[in-house]
């Protein structure tokens, strides 16, 4: 018999209960737009990786067939697998949602989750889809309860905190009680894991955590409907989450009790025109205007960025490193080689993080000229904002500033947007655009699906 320790439901019970209720009724429609754009952005995403070799790694690595799908590929795979593949395929090229004012991706960890629950056990589109929605307002409430922490601490929010929305989405999907969704949040607590040590050398275990918080929370949620006993004060006891992962913040819990079903933190999700880090976006856009002003980048004698603190160790340090990143991956998080590329290409998509075009030196000449100062008024994190002071060599001096991250909640794309994007996303990977458009209509029309039958025709 389990032990009853702490008198009074605690906050995982108390949050599951409300889980656990959710219906498709209870879902606003602007919120179910946000989830069906994001399962749209996601599926698009799992397309374009389905040729890099991190993909045929996973793919070749993982020992466990069974009746579920890799989108994009051919081989079919148990449950863990295909929530590991479509996660790690949905966060690959560093092009899926975010988060702002508390950033984190969303839909990389829990839609996997989801659609490997449902086909798994034979469960409708509607299950599914319920099991998006509530991992991706768990991810997003989760990560208010102690913003920037987790990343102080060393840890990869999404893999932490990804575990725990993973559980949510698939506890849902197989509609577990209040108990047994309290308990798979007991378990996926002990599964969350992921470092930032990616970022020294721009390794590929970045790419890696979402899919394993993926699998992670898939598991936890199974393992809790068998009544395994796991701490219920996984959020709030002594020993707990954030305890662990946030060792330096008081967490603030209300956000996993204000407002359940009036206040959708999720339908606050941005989608991201760059396939880079979400906080230099701003800066490419200033770039980007920068060079339409027909400037001549020779001319150019160095550009200053004023920036937040909080971008500092992760986009701007070490300089030396982000002049002259080791890979395209890499390239994808030092703010002076997205900007410099922004400003010769025009863009910062797909095209633009290739291991060659890291080598390209008009990008890297360009680059070597951009560096920061931190400014303590920036509004980070609670804003993103692109801000450029370029000196030519004939003294004149141009300011460029962008308010706010296109994609967000100032500018947010449309969905005609994000279907064009996935769309090329789909095309990237060398799928021809009528399948892609058919991958497009099933994502939108998942909560009519008797089941997830129809998705294995979205494999190879």
């Known amino acids: 018999m389990s032990p009853d320790l702490t008198p009074g439901p605690a906050i995982a019970e108390r949050y599951s209960s409300w889980l656990a209720g959710l219906t498709l009724a209870d879902i606003p429609a602007p919120m179910a737009d946000v989830a069906k754009l994001d ?14 070799p991190y993909m045929q790694q996973i793919l070749s690595s993982w020992d466990a067939e069974g009746p579920c799908t890799a989108i994009g590929h051919g081989q079919r795979l148990d449950a863990a697998g295909a929530a590991l593949a479509n996660g790690v395929a949905i966060h690959g090229e560093d092009f899926d949602d975010t988060l702002e004012g ?43 309860v102690a913003p920037g922490a987790i990343h102080r601490a060393g840890f990869h929010p999404v893999g932490v905190i990804g575990a725990m929305g993973a559980a949510a989405a698939a506890g849902v999907t197989l509609g577990l009680n209040a108990g047994q969704q309290a308990m798979a949040f007991g378990i996926a607590g002990s599964m969350a894991s992921g470092i930032l040590e990616y970022l020294s050398e721009g390794a590929w275990t970045k790419r890696l955590h979402p899919g394993w918080a993926a699998q992670s929370g898939l598991k936890a949620a199974i393992l809790a409907r068998s009544g395994f006993f796991a701490p219920r004060t996984v959020l709030d006891g002594p020993h707990g989450f954030f305890h662990a992962f946030a060792p330096t913040a008081v967490p603030d819990f209300s956000h996993l009790e204000r407002d359940l079903g009036q206040d959708w933190y999720a339908s606050r999700i941005a989608f991201k025109p760059y ?76 095209a633009q993080f290739t291991d060659a075009k890291a080598k390209d030196p008009r990008i890297l000449h360009l680059a070597q000229k951009i560096s920061y100062q931190i400014d303590p008024a920036n509004e980070y994190p609670r804003n993103y904002s692109g801000h450029i002071r370029v000196e030519m060599v004939d003294g004149e001096t141009i300011a460029l500033d962008q308010p706010h991250m296109r994609g967000g909640q100032h500018e947010p794309l449309t969905g005609d947007q994000i279907k064009a994007k996935a769309v090329a996303n789909c095309q990237h990977g060398g799928w021809p655009a009528d399948r892609a458009s058919a991958l497009i209509d099933w994502m939108a029309a998942l909560p009519q699906h008797p089941s997830l039958a129809g998705l294995a025709r979205f494999g190879a």
Do not use: Q
Not at 114 to 120: I, K, M, N, S, V
Not at 289 to 298: E, F, N, V
Not at 303 to 320: D, K, N, Q, S, Y
């Open 102 to 144: 508390a950033p984190i991706r969303v839909g990389a960890m829990t839609i996997p989750a989801a659609l490997a629950a449902a086909e798994r056990f034979g469960l409708s589109g509607e299950r599914a889809f319920l099991g998006v929605v509530a991992g991706l307002e768990t991810v997003c409430r989760l990560n208010h």
């Open 39 to 52: 399962l749209i952005d996601a599926a698009g995403l799992c397309v374009a990786a389905r040729a890099e």
């Open 275 to 350: 396939a880079c880090g979400t906080m230099i976006h701003p800066y490419i856009d200033c770039m980007i205007r920068l060079a339409a002003k027909g400037i001549d980048p020779d001319r150019i004698t160095r550009i200053v960025c004023p920036t937040g603190e909080g971008l500092v160790h992760r986009l701007w340090e070490p300089l030396a490193g982000k002049h002259a990143p080791p890979s395209g991956y890499a390239a994808k998080f030092s703010m002076p080689f997205c900007m410099a590329v922004g400003f010769f290409d025009g863009d910062a998509g797909l």
